[in-house]
């Protein structure tokens, strides 16, 4: 499943980038996030998504303004069941490629894609 295998790597690169996994797949009524994990004064909520290039278009450009809504919406529940006094941020991690691929798959992080 090509979106389970993006969401791996993107918690991978996250891991090695010095991020602390919170939690994955949080799905509530209003929708679901990909990956919450903390790093330095942030709680951050990322959106990956998984494309094998970016030949037609750029994988941000599938974070449509009503998915940031949904995602929003999700991360204010998350926020009230774990009170936190992190700063939230909403990333996009863009991971090209294909699952068996000989090489690892181009990851693209945008930070502060998009505002909470």
Partial sequence: MKGAWGERAARAYLERAGYRIEETNFRTRFGEIDIIAACGEYIVFVEVKTRKSDRFAAAREFVTPAKQQRITATAALWLRQHPS?????????EVYGEEGMSNAPRIQHLENAFGG
């Fill in 85 to 93: 006094g992190l700063q939230p941020r909403f990333d996009v991690i």
